[in-house]
T-cell receptor, first 110, second 115 residues
Framework: ELKVEQNPLFLSMQEGKNYTIYCNYSTTSDRLYWYRQDPGKSLESLFVLLSNGAVKQEGRLMASLDTKARLSTLHITAAVHDLSATYFC??????????FGKGTLLTVNP | DTAVSQTPKYLVTQMGNDKSIKCEQNLGHDTMYWYKQDSKKFLKIMFSYNNKELIINETVPNRFSPKSPDKAHLNLHINSLELGDSAVYFCASSHGGQGVNSPLHFGNGTRLTVT
């Protein structure tokens, strides 16, 4: 059974700093999604990564995928308060049965 | 204009009651899902439906019965509610099938509290 592990689970960082969230998955998969969830809100799709070496960027967030290492990273550049949220990665062989990581609660402090 | 809408947003009920949550999507997707998010924010798939057909039933108790009257709707009925059913239930939709890689779109969630 596919397992998806994120770390860290809690991340407190200062504005302006850089950091990376890691997402490891245990078996072969053909997709990796990153989502953002604000407190009490829905999940918003951030990135879709499908192939080895895929890199996508949106603003201060950049996601990458290494299928050989079964690892995806979400890199935050020069964090701002608005990025405070919980970030989830999800993987699976099809959309029918995605496995989500436990989420990384990111708090960006002034 | 809401893409995936679910009702109600909040549901407070007593143990033993039966309740339903409704979900509708206007994105033209052929696949809909129910996810459960527990108090620790862990998200787990419950059911997946493709073109009204059940594809995934992830060892959910029989008290949970999904129904998909058409591709745009997926409802969830829960019988004999238990304290452990308290959670946020998210409906989602996407294109499905092998080789389809578009992300899931989630509704705003239904916070169920069983007392």
């Amino acid at each position: 059974e596919l397992k998806v592990e994120q770390n860290p689970l809690f991340l407190s960082m200062q504005e302006g700093k850089n950091y990376t969230i890691y997402c490891n998955y245990s078996t072969t998969s053909d997709r990796l999604y990153w989502y953002r969830q604000d407190p009490g809100k829905s999940l918003e799709s951030l990135f879709v990564l499908l192939s080895n070496g895929a890199v996508k960027q949106e603003g201060r967030l950049m996601a990458s995928l290494d299928t050989k290492a079964r690892l995806s990273t979400l890199h935050i550049t020069a964090a701002v308060h608005d990025l405070s949220a919980t970030y989830f990665c999800a993987s699976g062989r099809s959309n029918y049965k995605l496995t989500f990581g436990k989420g990384t609660l990111l708090t960006v402090n002034p | 204009d809401t893409a995936v809408s679910q009702t109600p947003k909040y549901l407070v009920t007593q143990m033993g009651n039966d309740k339903s949550i409704k979900c509708e999507q206007n994105l033209g997707h052929d696949t809909m899902y129910w996810y459960k998010q527990d108090s620790k924010k862990f998200l787990k798939i419950m059911f997946s439906y493709n073109n009204k057909e059940l594809i995934i039933n992830e060892t959910v108790p029989n008290r949970f019965s999904p129904k998909s009257p058409d591709k745009a709707h997926l409802n969830l009925h829960i019988n004999s509610l238990e304290l452990g059913d308290s959670a946020v239930y998210f409906c989602a939709s996407s294109h499905g099938g092998q080789g389809v890689n578009s992300p899931l779109h989630f509704g705003n969630g239904t916070r169920l509290t069983v007392t």
